[in-house]
């Protein structure tokens, strides 16, 4: 039953291919919408019976190739399905979507959904590099040396990251005798000595903070996401749906692992760490796309937060972050494609009056920028609410102000595209979509922003099945908060930010390719040696 929603999108990749020299693009879009029927089909599965398991080859649960779909990866791989239709219906009039492209496009849908799926530690692993192969070719889809550089940047850093997955797993399969995720969860305290799973944690926790872009391991998602020629449904694709992979892996492990290790308190200092080098770097970009990308690295940091503090209410509010981080990032990251094609530049200082011009994209832009700072009624209000609801530590309170301050200040940097003097652009309209069709796809996911959050309390209960009862005084005051933050970030962006050379400093940091291999070694060492002195196994 489940191994149909990866087996439909790879037999339509294939199928594709015959289509070489003729239009493919109805059939892919046909395709897409079937599947999203499909897995609303298996989510109400999910939802009225509990969790499906498909057990493949008749063998026995502890060594057959397992797909398991709980409430969790449902409705990530729901959300998923959305956002691929929605995608493709954005890119239906560009000279890009080909049946190449839409070979690769559904290799990946399938690929993603897999591992969401999959509870074999082997199979992820061969699913994480044949995803960074797909994705590697995306970027490079253009053909140009820069694009052929990025790719390649991101192909040999991912590839060299999974390797120390494979070690990991080889340590587990010698110590249990069990690939699978839910086998090992159900032996793994009987394990004599716990200090002999450090080195697997180590490995396995290193790989995926640099799926996710933990500090220090995040220099390569700018330069994937940053690339001048890619299309803008790739780093839409990465930030949308890419990232929530690895949060749904890093969960699933840590979970694995919690019965012996527990690193809440490490991962909830990274996150933090995380979540404020991220927004000073957004704030420092000028190019649009690369401040999304570092965006993503601080959004990041707040889910692993959320997820770190160890509560139901933060759990749930990360949860509900990545849902809403998936919608509210598409959508600007859709908008910056639209206005790069419009004004053939993403450089905030030359874009001005976009509301203007462009209400349609400027409207997008608008819902974007207010579910990612969280303002009241849109879902990243929830979503923030219920993870500072986790904690009622004071010290987590403000970084958890200092991150929302930080996320309010790129965002202004990025607004001021929408006012001002207008910029005449190079195009006002796009002879390849006529009626707008990009710009009223990127609406429509903007309205979601705002629609998943008046609704956000029961689309969280639908989603999940978690009832959360969000306090209106409690709310009132979060809403107060928030105005102060913004006139707050408004007043500094004017006074200092906007003209400050440290800023302008700190946007040109790059580091070389050997600095990023030598960080991932300098991670997993401090990983390891933070279990075995501090904890104390």
Do not use: C
């Not at 919408?33 to 498909?54: E, K, M, S």
């Not at 749904?248 to 979970?255: E, Q």
């Not at 094609?341 to 509301?355: L, W």
Request: proline residues 3%; negative net charge; hydrophobic residues 50%.
């Amino acid at each position: 039953m489940l191994y149909w929603l990866i087996i439909v999108p790879i037999a339509i990749a294939v199928i594709n291919i015959g289509f070489i020299h003729s239009d493919s693009r109805k059939l892919i879009i046909a395709s897409q919408v079937g599947i999203v029927g499909y897995a609303t089909y298996l989510f109400y599965r999910v939802r009225q019976d509990g969790a499906i398991v498909d057990n493949m080859g008749g063998y026995p649960e502890q060594f057959a190739i397992t797909l398991y779909a709980d409430r969790i990866a449902i409705v990530l791989i729901w959300l998923t399905t959305l956002l691929f239709l929605g995608l493709l219906i954005y890119a239906y009039a560009e000279d890009y979507f080909t049946s190449q492209f839409g070979f690769l496009y559904l290799t990946l849908q399938s690929l993603i959904i897999a591992l969401f799926l999959s509870t074999d530690l082997f199979n992820i692993y061969v699913l994480l590099e044949v995803s960074t192969v797909v994705i590697a070719i995306l970027i490079m889809i253009r053909k140009d040396r820069q694009a052929v550089y990025d790719g390649m940047i991101f192909l040999f850093v991912s590839v060299i990251g999974s390797g120390f997955w494979l070690f990991g797993t080889g340590f587990l399969y010698r110590t249990f005798g069990y690939l699978d995720i839910y086998a090992i969860e159900e032996v793994i305290t009987q394990v004599e000595d716990p200090r002999s799973l450090i080195l697997p944690f180590a490995f396995m926790m290193t790989t995926l903070s640099l799926k996710i872009a933990l500090f220090p391991l995040s220099s390569w998602l700018p330069i994937a996401y940053g690339t001048p020629s890619a299309p803008a449904v790739i780093p839409a694709i990465l930030s949308g749906v890419y990232e929530t992979t690895g949060l749904y892996l890093f969960i699933r492990i840590t979970h694995m692992f919690a019965q012996v290790i527990d690193l809440q308190l490490f991962f909830l200092v990274i996150g933090f760490i995380t979540a404020i080098t991220g927004f000073i770097f957004a704030v420092a970009q000028d190019d649009m796309r690369l401040l999304l990308a570092y965006s993503t690295i601080s959004q990041v940091g707040l889910m692993v937060v959320g997820i770190s503090l160890g509560t139901a209410d933060s759990f749930y509010g990360s949860l509900y972050h990545m849902f809403a981080h998936s919608l509210f990032k598409t959508v600007l990251f859709l908008s910056v494609g639209t206005l790069n094609t419009r004004y053939e530049t993403r450089n905030i200082q030359d874009i001005r009056g976009v509301m203007k011009t462009f209400p349609i994209t400027g409207a997008a832009i608008l819902f974007g920028l207010l579910g990612i700072t969280g303002a009241p009624l849109f879902n990243g209000s929830i979503s923030k609410y219920m993870i500072s609801y986790g904690s009622d530590s004071p010290y987590i309170q403000l970084l958890l102000n200092v991150i929302n301050f930080g996320t309010l200040l790129y965002s202004i940097k990025f607004a001021t595209v929408l006012f001002g003097d207008k910029i005449e652009p190079e195009k006002i309209k796009d002879p390849k979509d006529p009626f707008n069709l990009t710009q009223w796809v990127t609406l429509t996911f903007g309205v979601l922003t705002l629609f998943t959050g008046l609704f956000g309390n029961r689309l969280i209960t639908f989603l999940y099945g978690y009832s959360f009862e969000i306090s209106t005084s409690a709310y009132l005051e979060k809403g107060f908060v928030y105005l102060l933050l913004s006139f707050a970030a408004y007043a500094l962006y004017r006074g200092w930010v906007k003209e400050s050379d440290f800023f302008d400093k700190v946007g040109h940091v790059e580091l070389s390719f050997n600095t990023m291999i030598t960080l991932q070694l300098i991670f997993f060492i401090g990983l390891a040696g933070y279990m075995y002195v501090i904890t104390g196994l």
